[in-house]
């Protein structure tokens, strides 16, 4: 059977046009990789900045009282948390550290090689959720602790955010907390969110709009 010079040229005009769309599509990922890593960047130097800031201006655990922004609610108070995000799992601090550079490899993998970063939704959560690991992971790893603080703080997390409701269970007090661990708790919120409500209605990039169309053909 002959082929029609025209039906050459649609053939031709579509494989054109499918090479474009991958050809655009890769730069986009590219973009949102850059999206995620400033993400995860700031989030991190921002927990890193207000430890700094809060410890050198209120000195260590215990050398001043609470400052109160809202009386009795809501304060600033100087902590070293040797557990996991607020407070969980005292004196394993090492054990959590492995336990966050696993999680941020796999948070690279799931982005990047199952190519999750084509969500935006998906690529901020996972961003904020890097953030705070990196801030707490470098707490970790004893990178602020000095030889004359005690031996059990070389592994803990500086904590500063000071939050109670007096009377109510699990929030009187409330343990104190840091930028690193409000950004986990947001990206996880994000992360359920996700899951229950946005799976499929989200914004993606148009590769992976093309490999639905292709499957429904």
Known sequence: MEVSDSSRSRAGAEVGINTGEAVA???RLSHRAALFAGIAAVGAALDLWTKQAVFAWRGL???RD???ILDGVFGIETAVNPGAVFGVGAGKGMLFAGFSVVAAVGILVWLFWFRGARSLWLT???GLVTGGILGNLYDRLGMWWQPHLPQPWRSGVRDWILFRIEGVP????WPNFNIADSLLVVGAGMLMYQSLVLEGKQDRLPDEAGEGASAGE
Do not use: R
Request: charged residues 10%; negative net charge; proline residues 19%.
């Open 61 to 63: 655990p215990g050398e």
């Open 170 to 173: 699990l929030f009187d007090p």
């Open 124 to 126: 901020w959560a996972l």
């Open 25 to 27: 599509a890769a730069p």
């Open 66 to 68: 609470a400052w109160w």
